[in-house]
């Protein structure tokens, strides 16, 4: 019994003696969580992942991030506060990629996951011919940025990598974009052999007019024949999306029936938020990716019911109030069209009511109703029309 209680006592003792207590006043790290605070409260769209170790006197600043001026504001700070550290945070893009810091979405919907394997949740999607920022590797996958800002990654089947030579010839070539709900590019005019599928926003290279169609490159190479009354010269479209209520209608009922897909942005299937982004990009406008950051765009419009307040192109936020313990929570969105109906993407893309008396009157929405929003010619930072910050042609 003496032997196992010294032996008990030993063990103690080598356990707390190798293991000091974690700092508990770690001011480096303060600095860290303040600065993320400001440039990166979601990580979604920005990454500052970055933390600081203590070791005898010095932090090391470990992690990553695609914000060098987050990063260089860091360790300005902990140099003026006269704060020693060692910096070993890894930038982005990373070096190993060398030039190919550039890619193009390659297939019709590329599916972008949280994590880089395929049993991951799907976080979003892109479409051909999206222009996209590679941030890093690892296998077979890439941790890719869109033009929405959105941060996933993406197998190497999704891409095409580019060095700036060749990503500043692609920007600057002739597009064509593909306007039909779903379809196909073909080999040939007897249109036997099909190149791949096609859905609504694709973008490719134009390469020439024959016979009907459009002759038209793939970011890889590929050549394929697309027909002509189902697409159309990408900046003579751009020119044309001017978004009006009218058209987000009209775009919105062209997709009825779409399934729901968690993650979707595509006419293959897609999620709530995933529906409204689509509508407004086929009218020229690029928004948020999710509900819960759509709700801070745009003017406030409603949030006590009123829908006589809305108009056609409004959208809709439903969810979780806000209570004395807990925070508000934004989970689904819809857009308003009119006579007291919106449409959404649940279980399929279809039009709800708010009218009790209605055949497809939602009383589960209304009863979760938030708030609505205006983002029709509503100044924002965080959407983007085409027609004036183009995705090819800056």
């Known amino acids: 019994m003496y032997y196992k209680s010294v032996l008990l006592l030993l063990t103690v003792i080598f356990l707390f003696g190798c293991n000091p207590e974690p700092e508990k006043n770690n001011v480096a790290q303060e600095h860290i969580e303040a600065i993320k605070r400001e440039v990166a409260p979601d990580k979604r769209v920005a990454l500052f992942a970055v933390e600081a170790l203590k070791k005898n006197d010095k932090f090391i600043l470990k992690g990553e991030s695609n914000l060098p001026g987050a990063v260089k504001t860091l360790t300005n700070t902990l140099t003026d506060k006269n704060i020693s550290f060692v910096d070993s945070i890894r930038l982005l893009p990373s070096k190993e990629l060398g030039d190919s810091t550039r ?193 801070h765009t745009g003017k406030p419009v409603d949030s006590v019911q009123d829908f006589s307040a809305l108009q056609r192109g409004d959208l809709l936020f439903f969810g979780r109030k806000a209570t004395d313990t807990t925070a508000e929570k934004v989970v689904h969105v819809g857009m308003w069209i009119g006579n007291n109906e919106f449409i959404h993407a649940s279980d399929m893309v279809r039009v709800s009511s708010m009218d009790p008396e209605a055949d497809n009157f939602d009383a589960h929405n209304k009863n979760r109703y938030l708030r609505t929003k205006r983002l029709l010619r509503e100044e924002d930072d965080a959407l983007v029309r085409l027609a004036q910050t183009p995705l090819f042609k800056n």
């Open 103 to 295: 890619a193009v979405i390659n297939i019709s919907v590329a599916n972008l996951r949280s994590n880089p394997k395929h049993s991951a949740e799907l976080a979003t999607q892109a479409t051909l011919g999206t222009p996209v920022k590679v941030l890093k590797k690892q296998g077979d996958w890439y941790y890719i940025q869109t033009p929405d800002n959105y941060l996933s990654w993406v197998d190497r089947g999704g891409i095409r990598l580019m060095n700036a030579e060749r990503f500043a010839q692609w920007k600057a070539t002739d597009k064509v974009v593909y306007t039909k709900t779903y379809g196909h590019a073909y080999n040939a005019v007897d249109e036997k052999e099909i190149i791949s599928d096609l859905v609504a926003g694709n973008i490719l290279e134009f390469v020439k007019l024959m016979d009907g169609y459009f002759v038209a490159s793939y970011p890889d190479g590929r050549i394929a024949l697309i027909r002509l009354d189902e697409a159309e010269s990408y900046f003579g479209w751009i020119k044309d999306r001017v978004p009006d209520a009218d058209k987000l209608v009209a775009t919105s009922k062209t997709l009825m029936g779409v399934p729901y897909l968690w993650g979707g942005t595509s006419t293959k299937g897609m999620d709530c938020s995933g529906f409204t982004k689509t509508v407004y990009f086929l009218n020229g406008m690029v928004i948020p990716r999710d509900a819960s950051q759509q709700v």
